[in-house]
Structure formats: structure tokens, C-alpha cells
């Protein structure tokens, strides 16, 4: 389950693609293949898949099956669970096509993470560390030995420091609070820096204060993406990248998680059963 889930369902996230109720929500998936359709030669039945298929468009992934492109999907690595695989598509491939697709994170560089301990930053973490990079994370202090523990490099306690006061001079900003924080964002980057803005987006006031500094300013809608589902679960089977379940409900509960998912203060993620 993801943010967007209980988003949309309230007309909000990506309703415009996929239209007004009645729906079935969801797009992370893990299970086996049941079937293959013609043409189809990366899998065969009986494999262990994970993805996040059709996304913005309608999955209906909290379901007993789902239809996609084989493209969509990757191999479910030995080493995770279903639980565990289907917690990953949605997030993963947000924090890496923040980190490397669109700023390109590389060795030497800073990045901070705004909003680090949840769903997708806690995985952004440890993708700019496999990455080489040092990385500066916020959250609230009760969540920092949960970010030591994935190898950042400095927590800052969000709920006591202005985002503004938690670094100087850093190449790269992913926001997953949302666009009231960008403007303050901006006075931590250097010049020529990348801000991905995923929590609703940056404001127009951050836009246009960026422009005259060089600094990129990026609006990221993630997009299903079997090759780099790939790349992801390689860092699993390497050992640097793990995912945090919080815990797991079965799918007639779905209305109870996302209640606890709408009140904030999840750590990691959540999960649906069948």
C-alpha cells in the first residue's frame, strides 16, 4: 500500500487517470505467474514476479490476480518474501528514478532526503548510499536509529530544525513532505543542484527562485519499469538495500490499513494478503 492508494480513493493523487468510483485501488504486486499471453518470453508460469503495473492508470492491484506487460515486472529475488516484494515496486522505483534517472547520483555527492523514515525514503536512503553518496535524512527523533541502522550519514529531527538549518551546500534534494518545505529546501543546495519535488510537487515561489541559482527543479510521477525493478532487486540479493514492513493486513481489512495509513507515522510500509 502506498500514500497515493488512499489518495486517489479520496479524488485526489491520480483520480484523473483513473477515473471517478467505483474502482479497485492498488499497483504494488508480488505473486506467481498464472499465465502468459503470445509473445511473452521472460517469464513463464510458476515464476515469482513483482511490479507495479499500468501506473498512473488503473492496476487494481488489491486483488486475487492482475493482468500486465510482462515488461512491468522483475524476478522476485530468493532472498524477500511476497510480503516483502510486494512492499518494494511503488517505492523503490520512486527513490530510483528520483536518484538516478533524474539527478544522477553519483559518488561524492550530498543528498538530503526530506522525510527519510517513510515508505519511499527509507529506501531513497540506502539507494544513495549504494550509490556512493552522503546522505542527510529528516525525520522525527524517535525515527533516527531507525535510519542509522540503513547507513545515513546525519539524521536531522524535523520536528525541532527548519529544513533550511539542516545542511549547506548539497547537490541533491528529494522532498517527500510536500511543496509547502521546498522554498526552505532551496537555501540548503548548492548551485547547479538537483531538488526532485515528490510530495506534491515544488511550489511556483521555489520554481522561480531556483532559476536564477542553475538549480533543477524536478516533478517526479513515477513509471512502471521492469529493468529497473532489476537493478533494485540485485541491491537486495547484495545486501544493500531492505525493506521495512510494519506491518501486514489481509485483504478484507484493506478499509482498517488504509485508516492507519491516512493518520501518518507508519514506519516503512504496508501490506495486503491474500
Not at 485501488?25 to 518470453?41: F, R
Request: charged share 20%.
Amino acid at each position: 500500500m502506498n500514500p497515493v492508494d488512499w489518495k486517489t480513493r479520496n479524488g485526489r493523487g491520480v483520480s484523473a487517470w483513473v477515473g471517478p468510483p467505483p474502482f479497485v485501488p492498488g499497483w504494488d504486486v508480488a505473486g506467481v505467474v498464472a499465465e502468459t499471453g503470445h509473445g511473452v518470453t521472460l517469464f513463464e508460469p510458476g515464476d515469482r514476479v513483482f511490479g507495479m503495473p499500468w501506473f498512473p492508470r488503473a492496476a487494481s492491484a488489491y486483488a486475487e490476480y492482475v493482468t500486465a506487460p510482462s515488461r512491468q515486472f522483475a524476478r522476485i529475488p530468493n532472498e524477500l518474501s511476497f510480503e516483502e516484494a510486494g512492499a518494494l515496486p511503488l517505492a523503490s522505483l520512486t527513490a530510483w528514478q528520483a536518484l538516478v534517472d533524474t539527478a544522477e547520483v553519483g559518488p561524492g555527492q550530498a543528498v538530503l532526503i526530506h522525510g527519510a523514515s517513510g515508505g519511499v525514503g527509507h529506501l531513497a536512503v540506502q539507494i544513495a548510499k549504494a550509490r556512493g553518496a552522503t546522505v542527510i535524512g529528516t525525520a522525527s527523533a524517535a525515527k533516527h536509529e531507525f535510519l542509522e541502522s540503513l547507513g545515513i550519514d546525519q539524521c536531522v529531527d524535523r520536528e525541532a530544525v527548519p529544513v533550511a538549518e539542516a545542511a549547506s551546500g548539497v547537490d541533491v534534494v528529494l522532498d517527500f513532505v510536500g511543496r509547502h518545505e521546498t522554498l526552505g529546501e532551496l537555501q540548503t543546495m548548492r548551485d547547479g543542484g538537483v531538488l526532485v519535488g515528490i510530495g506534491g510537487g515544488a511550489s511556483e515561489e521555489a520554481k522561480h527562485a531556483a532559476q536564477p541559482r542553475g538549480i533543477q527543479v524536478s516533478e517526479l510521477l513515477v513509471e512502471p519499469d521492469g529493468h529497473a525493478l532489476r537493478e533494485i532487486a540485485a541491491l537486495v540479493k547484495g545486501g544493500r538495500l531492505r525493506v521495512e514492513l510494519d506491518r501486514t493486513f489481509p485483504l478484507e481489512d484493506a478499509a482498517r490499513a488504509h485508516e492507519l495509513l491516512e493518520s501518518g507515522g507508519v514506519r516503512g510500509k504496508l501490506v495486503l494478503t491474500t
